[in-house]
């Protein structure tokens, strides 16, 4: 599991507008330059925010995810997500 590969994903999908796009468009084939596990591209695919926090994922970074809806994700879905059973980390 690499936590720094899916932060870099986040990172860059914030900083760089053209692999926003491919993301967007097409993130089975934006995420294969990255050394996912199965289990993460899963997590990310569907949005499973709560995973991603309990694995160590920067919950900075996750908002990238709503901001510009990568992987189905909005602002309510991710508050829902992220606090299903910590609520103590609802946004």
């Keep these: 599991m690499s936590v720094y590969a899916i932060h870099k994903l986040l ?3 914030e900083e760089d507008s053209e692999f926003r ?5 097409d993130p089975e084939e934006a995420m294969k330059g990255f050394a996912f596990t ?3 591209v899963q997590a990310l695919r569907n949005g499973d925010v709560h995973t991603l926090h309990q694995w160590g994922v920067s919950n900075f970074l996750m908002r990238v995810m709503p901001m510009h809806g990568l ?14 059973e910590s609520p103590r980390l609802q946004v």
């Excluded at 992987?71 to 299903?84: A, P």
């Design 71 to 84: 992987f189905g994700m909005t602002n309510e879905t991710y508050r829902e997500r992220i606090g299903k």
């Design 11 to 13: 990172w860059l999908s």
């Design 38 to 40: 199965a289990e993460e």
């Design 21 to 25: 796009a491919r993301l967007q468009s």
